[in-house]
């Protein structure tokens, strides 16, 4: 699986932004997709994470209500749409998949798209 991530930028707090994850791959149906953001000096944390077949995602409280991830199946193509910004979402976001499961952790995912830099000014 290759990912590749793009739409980054630079955004004011309280805006939105929609970042995109193309995927390369024969099928994604039994795979987790996930977005992970690491900021300077940060461990990397997860943001939020989708289940190809069936669609069902999980967000942590850090993100919940503001962040959504949707995926189109024909496309392979996974977005990550962030409303109600706040300079602490700054970050580098990568996205990354994971094979019969649906890890919470970084450890857990084997294929990673290169960064997209989201910097939110206050």
């Known amino acids: 699986v290759q990912l590749q991530a793009s739409g980054g930028g630079l955004v004011q707090a309280g805006g939105s932004l929609r970042l995109s994850c193309a995927a390369s791959?024969?099928?994604?149906?039994?795979?987790?997709v996930a977005w992970f953001r690491q900021a300077p000096g940060k461990e990397r944390e997860l943001v939020g994470v989708?289940?190809?077949?069936?669609?069902?995602?999980y967000y942590p409280d850090s993100v919940r209500g503001r962040f959504t991830i949707s995926r189109d199946n024909t496309k392979k193509t996974m977005w990550l749409q962030m409303n109600s910004l706040k300079p602490e979402d700054t970050a580098v976001y990568y996205c990354?998949?994971?094979?019969?499961?649906?890890?919470?952790?970084?450890?857990?995912?084997?294929?990673w798209g290169q960064g997209t830099l989201v910097t939110v000014s206050s």
């Open positions: 989708i289940r190809w077949a069936g669609g069902s995602t």
């Open positions: 791959a024969r099928t994604l149906s039994n795979y987790a």
């Open positions: 990354a998949a994971a094979y019969a499961s649906r890890p919470l952790s970084s450890s857990g995912y084997h294929y």
